[in-house]
């Protein structure tokens, strides 16, 4: 499978790995799953997505994807993308891992998102299971999210906070959460409400 836009509901299955030369692959209809199938998308100079999605009920899996550390070049970026599923994908080295903007209902789940700007920039109305997110500046950053569910989550040895709560991300329940040798473990800065079952979080420089 080559660059190109997925514009016809259906499976699409990768057989290669991909160098792309702007966005990779762009998802532009609903009920549209892409499985890259262990393959990679590797581009190290491009600051654009290398997979974006605008579609409700959209999956992606099975993905490993490095874009740039410049503005713009996230792994997996979803605007709008409710109801989507997002599996077992390795997503490092890149400004952002995995980012959500206005995308909600959606599950996120077995993916690693490490050397990072940031790891995971979330919205609201999420699950996010069972998640690596180390060395990155920040691990799972939140900015104006609340009512997500984070269960099983590992986010260590980054170089800010492991995960951050920021602007009013208020009602989050966050469960078994691993979060050492960070600069701060688990911050809430203007957010209220949040709920924390089973913290491990030492070694933090604050």
């Not at 990768?14 to 966005?23: D, E, W």
């Not at 260590?156 to 009602?171: A, H, W």
């Amino acid at each position: 499978y080559r660059c190109g836009t997925l514009d016809s509901p259906g499976v699409y299955n990768m057989n290669q790995s991909i160098i792309p030369a702007t966005i990779c692959i762009n998802i532009t209809n609903q009920n549209v799953t892409l499985n890259c199938a262990g393959y990679s998308i590797t581009k190290t100079t491009v600051a654009k997505p290398g997979i974006y999605s605008n579609q409700i009920n959209t999956t992606i899996k099975n993905c490993n994807v490095t874009m740039a550390y410049n503005a713009g070049a996230v792994g997996i970026s979803l605007f709008n993308a409710n109801n989507s599923y997002v599996f077992n994908n390795t997503l490092n080295s890149q400004t952002k891992g995995l980012y959500l903007s206005q995308t909600f209902n959606t599950l996120i789940t077995d993916n690693i998102a490490n050397t990072n700007t940031r790891g995971i920039e979330f919205s609201s109305n999420n699950t996010l299971q069972n998640i690596t997110s180390n060395y990155n500046n920040y691990g799972i950053y939140f900015d104006s999210s609340s009512n997500n569910l984070l269960v099983n989550i590992t986010s260590n040895y980054n170089n800010f906070d492991g995960i951050y709560f920021v602007t009013s991300s208020s009602n989050n329940t966050l469960q078994n959460i691993i979060s050492n040798s960070n600069y701060l473990g688990i911050e809430f800065s203007s957010s209220s409400n949040n709920t924390l079952q089973n913290i491990t979080s030492y070694y933090n420089t604050y």
